[in-house]
């Protein structure tokens, strides 16, 4: 499944990363790299949950990237 996330690097220098379709599903890194490792992980356990809990889950986005010359 693929959700999109959101990484900012806050005032103290570490990123933080949140998933918008999951509420409260939010990590951290030192690195970048490290923040999109910690919230693939916080992401399963949240799919993990509702599927537990028999849920909702939020379906997987499918995304275009369309390239425009001005």
Known sequence: MKYRIIIELDEDGIFV???PT???CVSQGKTRQ???NNIRDAI???LVSLK???DYIPPSIE???VEVVA
Do not use: D, F, M, Q
Request: glycine share 12%; net charge negative.
């Open 34 to 36: 490290e923040a999109v």
């Open 63 to 65: 995304e275009e990237i």
């Open 22 to 24: 999951l509420p409260g």
């Open 44 to 46: 399963h356990g949240y």
């Open 17 to 19: 990363a949140e998933c």
């Open 52 to 54: 537990k809990h028999n």
